[in-house]
């Protein structure tokens, strides 16, 4: 398969509405597969995700986010939840074999914290790369409540939830008019 900046970026667009076609566990696999090469720092890989996409588990997510997003939710044939793991450091053992990583994050919350975040943050980004190179569209949202997504879906663990995307075809006939971005003037520096 040829990929295409295209496909990735300057086409792709953030969906609002989905087709009823659904998306296989296979293609859910594929994704996963894909995205978990993405780098992050001393391979943390603290993302955890959640594919949401019975009937139960749908309406509970529902009940988490904004008005403005559930029926994005409902009609998407896949919600992923993407948490972040706060003991991702006691697998660093495993992932990070080469130097003594889980002692640098002992008693460090601030650090734990901010690092959670940051890489489950690239990793949900990778997901959503992965996804429009398999031919999918997706829907990042932060309208929701994250203690009733905690409590709804990571209840008991050591999970906490950094953001939602839908993801399936989209609805072309759903999507808001391209919204502006900044130039590379005032957005960058040479230095």
């Not at 988490?64 to 053992?93: W, Y």
């Not at 309208?143 to 999970?159: I, L």
Request: glycine content about 6%; aromatic content about 10%.
């Amino acid at each position: 398969m040829t990929l295409t900046v295209e496909q990735i970026f300057t086409d792709a667009r953030s969906q609002n509405g989905y087709l009823d076609e659904p998306v296989s566990d296979d293609t859910l696999r594929r994704l996963y597969a894909t995205l978990k090469w993405g780098p992050t720092s001393a391979n943390s890989s603290p993302a955890r995700f959640a594919f949401v996409r019975s009937a139960e588990a749908r309406r509970r997510l529902i009940e988490c986010v904004s008005p403005g997003n559930s029926e994005k939710v409902r009609q998407a044939p896949v919600t992923v939840i993407i948490g972040m793991d706060m003991r991702f450091h006691d697998e660093l053992p495993a992932l990070f074999p080469h130097a003594d990583a889980r002692s640098w994050f002992v008693n460090q919350p601030a650090l734990i914290e901010s690092t959670a975040f940051r890489n489950s943050s690239l990793q949900g980004a990778y997901l959503i790369i992965a996804a429009r190179a398999l031919g999918l569209d997706c829907g990042p949202m932060s309208g929701f409540d994250g203690n009733k997504v905690n409590e709804a879906f990571w209840a008991g663990s050591t999970v906490r939830t950094n953001f939602i995307c839908t993801l399936g075809r989209g609805d072309r006939s759903k999507i808001f008019p391209r919204n502006p971005r900044f130039s590379f003037e005032k957005a960058c520096s040479l230095l």
